[in-house]
């Protein structure tokens, strides 16, 4: 009888957890493995799944574009990890579309930031802000945190040594881009790439990390996170969390203090 009674009980708690498990927003993270990025997912999925647990919000997790086959109203924000737009064809397009101009937030990450040919999506290359141009070969570098007023620079040092992929690109697309952080492209050499390829750099203002407001909805982007170690790493993880709060919620962000006017 004891016996039935404790197992009464169990199956009663654990029937009860759904009520306080409920997260805070809904996030869905979308990883396509591609040629050069299939094995960062097997580090990031579990990462993904222990920030959703800490910081208490419900994850969906999508190895393929079928979530953009159905409605994606639910999701607060979605995370487009190493997946680029042109993944997206026809009315997964459309989805997109309508999801942000209904409030949606947008996170790109990397490989995400890199579009198919100019002019093939012409709203999503303005989702992302910049259009992609190339890259040299990994190196270790200086990032600057240029906002230290945006959540994703928040648990970052004013000055940040990491090694990555760096991204150049060319003008941005939009206005209202705001950058988050740059790298210093005196710290590294922006011309070591591979035989038959030229990269040149962008000069004094590289920025590797941005946010705007657009189409009715919120888009952070952030070309760092090549490497699947990058996943294990905590100062990066923070940078992630810090910019799919804001897209989710569009909370973080101090509003800009009025103008003093003239004594």
Not at 73 to 90: C, F, H, W
Not at 180 to 186: A, F, K, W
Not at 217 to 243: K, M, N, S, W
Request: with cysteine; charged share 20%; aromatic share 14%.
């Amino acid at each position: 009888m004891k016996r039935f009674l404790l197992a009464c009980l169990l199956l009663a708690a654990t029937l009860a957890v759904p009520a306080f498990a409920q997260g805070q927003f809904k996030v869905l993270v979308v990883a396509i493995p591609n040629r050069y990025h299939h094995d960062y997912a097997v580090v990031a999925k579990p990462q993904f799944e222990r920030m959703a647990q800490r910081h208490a919000f419900d994850l969906d997790w999508s190895w393929n574009t079928a979530p953009f086959d159905a409605d994606l109203s639910a999701y607060a924000a979605i995370v487009l990890l190493n997946t680029p737009g042109d993944a997206l064809k026809g009315k997964q397009r459309d989805a997109l579309e309508t999801y942000v101009r209904g409030g949606g937030g947008v996170v790109a990450v990397h490989r995400a930031m890199i579009f198919g040919p100019p002019g093939d999506w012409p709203w999503f290359e303005k989702l992302v802000g910049r259009a992609f141009r190339i890259h040299p070969m990994v190196q270790t570098a200086t990032v600057r945190v240029v906002d230290a007023a945006f959540p994703a620079t928040f648990g970052l040092p004013a000055r940040w040594v990491w090694t990555d992929e760096w991204y150049e690109f060319d003008a941005p697309l939009v206005e209202g881009l705001r950058t988050v952080l740059s790298v210093d492209e005196r710290s590294y050499d922006p011309t070591r790439i591979w035989p038959g390829q030229t990269a040149r750099g962008m000069g004094a203002e590289h920025p590797v990390a941005w946010y705007h407001a657009y189409d009715g909805g919120r888009v952070f982007a952030t070309a760092l996170g090549h490497t699947p170690a990058l996943y294990d790493d905590p100062l990066y993880l923070e940078h992630l969390y810090g910019g799919l709060w804001w897209a989710a919620t569009g909370k973080g962000v101090e509003p800009a203090s009025p103008a003093r006017s003239a004594d």
